[in-house]
């Protein structure tokens, strides 16, 4: 088996969606970025691809690239979920701790666990989503941002 670990976070900014997990959420500020900045997804790309051994999200999809602006970032998970079955490489399971002051994710939870097991092809309970604030320290606990967490277990096909 392989382990791989990712970390992602994006700055708070009026004027954007605010997109976790692929659900849009409904927010005064959304996240900024080139894509729809979903930090959820970013996080899970890079402990994916970490996991098979592959260069990160920055190299696939360059936030200077015009083809990835605004793009669905669950449409590029789902494009690195092709790169392991390209390699042999199945989903174990994931698991996220986004780390946000505000709004509360608990309702959408379950929404992004199937966004993200119909992405990889696996099945909703080897997604594990988890929300946590930082008590109001640092950039997530002032509401300038937020960050997510991901580790992700491969097996060979
Ligand atoms: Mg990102």
Redesign the pocket.
């Known amino acids: 088996m392989r382990i791989g670990h990712g970390y992602?976070a994006?700055r708070l900014a009026a004027g954007r969606p605010l997109v976790l997990g692929g659900v849009e959420i409904e927010s005064a500020l959304g996240l900024a970025?080139h894509s729809d900045?979903d930090?959820l997804c970013?996080a899970v790309m890079d402990a994916l691809l970490g996991a098979a051994g592959l260069e990160d999200i920055g190299h696939w999809f360059p936030d200077t690239d015009p083809a990835c602006r605004g793009a669905r970032s669950l449409d590029l998970l789902r494009r690195v979920s092709e790169m392991l079955t390209a390699r042999g490489l199945v989903v174990g399971n994931v698991d996220i701790t986004v780390v946000a002051q505000r709004p509360a994710l608990a309702p959408h939870r379950a929404a992004m666990c199937r966004n993200l097991a119909r992405a990889l092809g696996c099945a909703p309970d080897q997604i594990g989503i988890k929300a946590t604030t930082e008590e109001g320290m640092g950039f997530t606990g002032a509401g300038e941002g937020i960050a997510a967490h991901a580790v992700a277990l491969l097996f060979p096909a």
Do not use: L, T
């Open positions: 992602d994006h970025g900045a930090v970013h």
